[in-house]
C-alpha cells in the first residue's frame, strides 16, 4: 500500500496564529511529503511496499531503522493534521472522552499539565501522546518518529515536538506551542473517534 501525502483537512491560513501558514507549508509540504517519499522507496526495498501503514510501523520497528523512521513519521503525520481544527482546542470534550480523561487521568486540569510536561521534556525531536493502552487512558513521549503503536496502545492524541513543527512561530518556546496547541487546536471530535475505535 503506496505512502500518499494526503491533502490538509483546512486551509493554510485555518490555524492561524497558532500555527502560520508558513509553518503548514514547510511542514506538510516538504517535510511530510519527504517521508512519504523516502518511505515509498524503503518499503518498497525491503518488500513491505504491499502491507498497511500500520504493518509497516511495526514490522520495522527494531528492524530496519530507515524505513521505521519515514514509515512512523508517515504515520503520526498524517494523524497529526487530524488532530487538529479551526476554533479547536479548550475545555469543551465530547462526554465519552471527558469521562475517561475524569477516571483515568484525574480530570482535564491535570491531563493538560502532564500532556504539556510529556511534550516539554521530550529531549531533542519526538511526540507527546495520549493512547489507550488496555484499555485506559496513557500519557506517554517518544523519540523521533516513535509512536504508542509499538509500545502496545493505540494512540488518540499526539502533538509533534520537532522543531519544524513550532520553530517558525514559537521560536525556542516549546511549552507556548504546546499550550496553544492544547488550548486552542486539538479537535476533539478526531480524539473521540479514535477513542472510539480504540476502546471497542
Not at 504491499?50 to 514509515?71: C, H, M, P, R
Not at 475524569?102 to 510529556?118: C, I, P, Q, T, W
Amino acid at each position: 500500500m503506496a505512502f500518499e501525502l494526503p491533502p490538509l483537512p483546512y486551509d493554510y491560513e485555518a490555524l492561524a496564529p497558532f500555527m502560520s501558514r508558513e509553518t503548514l507549508e514547510y511542514h506538510h509540504d516538504k517535510h511530510h511529503k519527504a517521508y512519504v517519499d523516502n518511505g515509498n522507496k524503503l518499503a518498497e526495498e525491503a518488500g513491505l511496499a504491499d502491507l498497511s501503514l500500520e504493518e509497516i510501523v511495526k514490522k520495522s520497528y527494531g528492524t530496519n531503522q530507515g524505513l521505521f523512521n519515514n514509515a512512523g513519521q508517515h504515520y503520526n503525520h498524517v494523524h497529526f493534521w487530524k488532530w487538529m481544527k479551526k476554533g479547536g482546542g479548550g475545555k469543551s470534550l465530547p462526554g465519552a472522552l471527558q469521562k475517561a480523561i475524569d477516571s483515568d487521568l484525574g480530570g482535564y486540569d491535570k491531563f493538560k499539565a502532564d500532556f504539556v510536561a510529556a511534550g516539554t521534556t521530550q529531549f531533542g525531536s519526538g511526540w507527546a501522546w495520549l493512547s489507550v493502552k488496555d484499555g485506559k487512558l496513557a500519557i506517554s513521549k517518544t523519540p523521533n518518529g516513535e509512536n504508542p503503536l509499538v509500545h502496545g496502545a493505540e494512540p488518540i492524541l499526539g502533538v509533534d515536538v520537532w522543531e519544524h513543527s513550532y520553530y517558525i512561530d514559537y521560536r525556542n518556546a516549546r511549552p507556548k506551542y504546546l499550550e496553544a496547541f492544547v488550548d486552542s487546536l486539538i479537535n476533539w471530535d478526531y480524539v473521540l473517534e479514535r477513542y472510539e475505535a480504540a476502546t471497542k
